[in-house]
């Protein structure tokens, strides 16, 4: 039975927070707009599929509102810190909040820019976006979103005709404008701006915003306690998602992490080609804070930050006993989703813990890539290419029942990786060429990846035939 389409069903429910959590503002007018990237798989569960090229351009690069939508865009207020510095001086500085909109599953969708112009918030900087920070983008959330990640996807993007200076790259170069679906505009930092003045009316609403439109849940007398625990669960699943990817997100400011646990706006990100602790994506993190070994700590600590911002609305006691759940939940979100990526079905917590402890360290120690361990693992059996080191490996591997098989074409071939020397050469075609065809072939074979990784269930696989 083919399911039905999703219908567009249009939202407006920040508007309900009232002007002190937003500015209104308008998008640039952009000298060209020539569309380049639209994911109507995304589209798809919005109800937006159908629009026609022109159409899509006037609603994601020109910016005319979406019927029913918001008439007009909102930049949210926010503080955050900024390698561990608090920074009251940030917002929506080259970005805001497009639109809201029901998804497939139920739940409310936000449609957010990057690159859209200038707002109260930009201080000295243009509100733009190069074309190859859209590029990067795209890369990143079609590589994280095939690999189990919980992550923001790239909506649209669509190229400018300005010219922008940078200082950390060459220029100038080509300019964007990129919109991304989720489904939160909320950051931990939106909470800490409202603490920093003090406002606990403003808390009292946007924790009740966050749990009844985000969550699905009414909220009661504990709601501060019950939107920490939902944050700190849903955070700690993402840096274990993290780590199984082998991702690296750059820069885990209390801005970049949202309420619902989704990973979002992609600056200096990276794929670990082998699991090393200390890798970091960031030229300026010189002090590693953001290594790929250190992001659950990291993440962790953007949460202790949330749970001071909500202290001024509730007792300390019930914030600091959740806090204290974060490592426990890590440890089975790292677990479940190592298992994911080797095709297996989980056992019981210990077994899974001493299954992680196990591959961790010979990965590491063999220098083996990442990618080529989890493609040639999938189903839980190893080549026997695979030596003595990992002879432990394979023993505790042989104990686990695979909930997937290798038939899908993509396990025939090699693996799928998004390593920094191939996003420069998909740039680089762009860039010299105007070659999209690199990027829309990599796009296509991330697809097929997780297509793969999602795998068909054996017990189904067996009713087909």
């Not at 820019?113 to 983008?137: A, M, N, V």
């Not at 089975?332 to 056992?347: E, F, K, N, Q």
Request: aromatic fraction near 10%.
């Amino acid at each position: 039975m083919t399911a039905r389409p999703q219908a567009y069903r249009p939202e407006t429910a920040i508007l309900d927070l009232g002007d002190a959590f937003y500015d209104r503002v308008t998008a640039a007018d952009f000298p060209q707009t020539i569309l380049r990237f639209r994911n109507d798989r995304a589209a798809v569960e919005v109800g937006l599929d159908a629009l026609s090229d022109e159409e899509w351009i006037a609603h994601f690069g020109r910016f005319a509102p979406l019927s029913g939508s918001l008439p007009e865009p909102l930049a949210l207020r926010y503080h955050g810190h900024q390698f561990r510095n608090y920074n009251p001086d940030i917002g929506d500085g080259r970005g805001f909040l497009f639109a809201q909109l029901v998804g497939a599953d139920g739940r409310l969708m936000d449609l957010g820019t990057k690159g859209s112009g200038q707002t109260p918030y930009s201080r000295f900087g243009d509100g733009r976006l190069t074309l190859k920070g859209g590029i990067r983008e795209i890369l990143a959330t079609e590589m994280l979103e095939a690999l189990g990640v919980p992550t923001s996807r790239t909506f649209s993007l669509i190229e400018t005709g300005e010219a922008l200076e940078r200082n950390d790259e060459p220029s100038p170069t080509r300019s964007a404008v990129l919109v991304r679906l989720s489904h939160s505009h909320v950051r931990i930092g939106t909470f800490q701006r409202l603490a920093y003045f003090r406002d606990e009316a403003a808390l009292r609403a946007l924790t009740g915003y966050a749990l009844l439109r985000l969550y699905g849940e009414k909220p009661g007398d504990d709601a501060p306690a019950r939107l920490l625990d939902l944050v700190v669960g849903r955070t700690a699943t993402l840096a274990g998602k993290y780590m199984a990817a082998g991702f690296v997100h750059g820069v885990l400011n209390s801005d970049n992490i949202n309420v619902t646990g989704e990973s979002f706006d992609y600056g200096p990100w990276r794929f670990t080609p082998t699991w090393d602790p200390g890798f970091t994506a960031a030229y300026f993190d010189h002090a590693g804070l953001y290594a790929f070994g250190r992001q659950p700590e990291a993440i962790h600590w953007d949460a202790m930050q949330l749970a001071v911002a909500l202290r001024p609305i509730c007792e300390a006691e019930p914030l600091i006993a959740t806090l204290d759940t974060f490592g426990d939940r890590y440890q089975r979100a790292v677990s479940d989703a190592i298992l994911w990526r080797l095709g297996l079905t989980p056992r019981d917590p210990d077994s899974d813990r001493a299954l992680v402890q196990t591959i961790e360290p010979v990965l590491r120690g063999t220098a083996t890539g990442i990618d080529r361990f989890f493609f040639d693992a999938f189903g839980g059996r190893l080549p026997d290419s695979y030596g003595e080191p990992w002879d432990e490996v394979r023993d505790a591997l042989a104990a686990y029942t695979p909930r997937a098989d290798r038939s899908h074409p993509y396990w025939s071939g090699e693996p799928c990786s998004m390593l920094i020397d191939e996003v420069e050469t998909i740039w680089s075609a762009i860039d010299e060429r105007d070659d999209w065809e690199p990027l829309y072939a990599k796009v296509a074979a991330i697809r097929e990846m997780g297509e793969a990784l999602a795998g068909e269930p054996l017990a189904a696989a067996a009713a087909n035939g």
